[in-house]
């Protein structure tokens, strides 16, 4: 890229193109279909729509039956149900995201050589 400094000259411009991280989310389960673009609104949904509490106890019904794989059914407490939510809703989405991210930034650097981060 070619820009004109003030004395009329031509100066070169490496072009930077830096990955911009950006979450987004959409709940698999609810009707209409419900769009996140922040992870802890994500993570707020899944407590308010997607679990159950008995007792003390939460069980996680993100799922297509309705009970997430990931936890025993008979639940686990709220420090460990948090923990769950992290890793097997929202840090699969992340990973995914950033690796798509990853492959794109790989594509550009390929059709348009070494770039500057």
Do not use: W
């Not at 039956?65 to 149900?81: F, H, Q, R, S, W």
């Amino acid at each position: 890229m070619n820009m004109l400094r003030v004395d009329g000259s031509a100066k070169f411009v490496q072009p930077t193109l830096r990955p911009t991280y950006c979450f987004f989310a959409k709940c698999d389960f609810c009707e209409p279909e419900a769009n996140f673009d922040d992870p802890l609104a994500f993570l707020d949904h899944l407590r308010g729509k997607h679990s159950a509490r008995e007792g003390g106890s939460y069980t996680c019904r993100y799922g297509r039956t309705g009970l997430c794989p990931g936890l025993p059914a008979e639940g686990v407490n709220d420090i460990d149900y948090e923990a769950h939510l992290g890793r097997a809703h929202l840090a699969p989405l992340i990973g995914q995201q950033k690796s798509m991210e990853a492959k794109l930034l790989a594509l550009r650097r390929m059709y348009f050589g070494n770039i500057n981060e």
